[in-house]
T-cell receptor
Framework: DAKTTQPPSMDCAEGRAANLPCNHS???????VYWYRQIHSQGPQYIIH???NNETNEMASLIITEDRKSSTLILPHATLRDTAVYYC????????????FGKGTKLTVNP | NAGVTQTPKFQVLKTGQSMTLQCAQD?????MSWYRQDPGMGLRLIHY???????DQGEVPNGYNVSRSTTEDFPLRLLSAAPSQTSVYFC????????????FGEGSRLTVL
């Protein structure tokens, strides 16, 4: 079973920030939070990951709560090309050959 | 680098036929895995491998066979295809150095009639 819970769908207006939540209330101290997205029927694409500090890269920002039980992926200026399914997964450092994905959140960016 | 390469991209089989989906990676990754994705569903892990000669079952292994004779290749075999195996199959690889950063192939769309 997936260790994360995400809303099945969300909508966002083009140019606005998209904030995608993820609950991982049973996360362990040595588990990272990873985010992926899957555009249409392509293979999923890695976005960002973090342990306990907030992270930012050219694609997105990741905010992890202090208790690490939830996180938010932020796409600061969503475009139509960001319409995709977004997956949040937890990964154990050193034991991550077996990664389990849930159903993710379908983000629709509207013009 | 080509990354992860899957062949074929499309395949139609009849019930009972066998076939092999090929997967190759050129990143020298230790880990490789196969997922299937059905309409409206997330990715489900079929089999995975932590290195040459070592494989293990994922969530939905029945009806599939794998082997890992080299670091680069991880073929998925359907022994006797069934309509329930109609799906899109993704191969992925990752390294212990970046354990959660999976690199996926473009997918293989399989239809079993």
């Amino acid at each position: 079973d997936a260790k994360t819970t995400q809303p099945p769908s969300m909508d966002c207006a083009e140019g606005r920030a998209a904030n995608l939540p993820c609950n991982h209330s049973t996360i362990s101290g040595n588990e990272y939070v990873y985010w992926y997205r899957q555009i249409h029927s392509q293979g999923p694409q890695y976005i960002i990951h973090g342990l306990k500090n907030n992270e930012t890269n050219e694609m997105a920002s990741l905010i992890i709560t202090e208790d690490r039980k939830s996180s938010t992926l932020i796409l600061p200026h969503a475009t139509l090309r960001d319409t995709a399914v977004y997956y949040c997964i937890v990964v154990t450092q050193g034991g991550s050959e077996k990664l389990v994905f849930g159903k993710g959140t379908k983000l629709t960016v509207n013009p | 680098n080509a990354g992860v390469t899957q062949t074929p991209k499309f395949q139609v089989l009849k019930t009972g036929q066998s076939m092999t989906l090929q997967c190759a990676q050129d990143m020298n990754h230790e880990y490789m895995s196969w997922y299937r994705q059905d309409p409206g569903m997330g990715l489900r892990l079929i089999h995975y491998s932590v290195g040459a000669g070592i494989t293990d079952q994922g969530e939905v292994p029945n009806g599939y066979n794998v082997s890992r004779s080299t670091t680069e290749d991880f073929p998925l075999r359907l022994l006797s295809a069934a309509p329930s195996q109609t799906s899109v199959y993704f191969c992925a690889s990752n390294s212990w150095q970046g354990p959660g950063e999976l690199f996926f192939g473009e997918g293989s769309r399989l239809t079993v009639l």
